[in-house]
């Protein structure tokens, strides 16, 4: 991932639109803002969210409050609290997300 031909800017994330993306159970809600190739977002989970695919693309991702529970097809399970974040490449391994609580999160893929 190269940063490059993005000037200084502050973005302030209440003022970005929402756009809303349902999962199997529950709704994502984005606030997305693109430089460059990059996409950055804050992500709310509603209570009882669980992703309607297994994502391939690589992302890091950072738990700001609530809980997430992140599933990777190998079976294997992580749960991520405030202050936790995990990163992995494209095509990587392939992983879900849901959450019991609700969950914010800050994520750039």
């Known amino acids: 991932m190269q940063m490059t031909g ?3 800017g502050v973005t302030d994330w209440a003022s970005v639109p929402v756009t809303e993306h349902p999962g199997v159970s ?4 984005w ?3 693109h430089f460059g190739e990059l996409r950055v977002r ?5 209570p009882g969210y ?3 695919h297994w994502c391939s693309k690589g992302h890091i991702l950072l738990v700001l409050e609530g809980e997430l529970i992140t599933e990777l097809a190998d079976g294997r399970v992580f749960t991520l609290t405030p202050g936790l974040s995990y990163q ?3 095509q990587a391994e392939p ?7 609700g969950a914010k999160l800050f994520i750039v893929d």
Do not use: C, K, M
């Open 95 to 101: 992983h879900r997300s849901r959450t019991d609580t």
């Open 88 to 90: 992995v490449a494209d």
């Open 6 to 8: 993005i000037p200084f």
């Open 31 to 33: 606030r997305t803002r």
């Open 26 to 29: 529950g709704t994502a809600l």
């Open 50 to 52: 669980l992703a309607d």
């Open 42 to 46: 804050q992500v709310e989970y509603t």
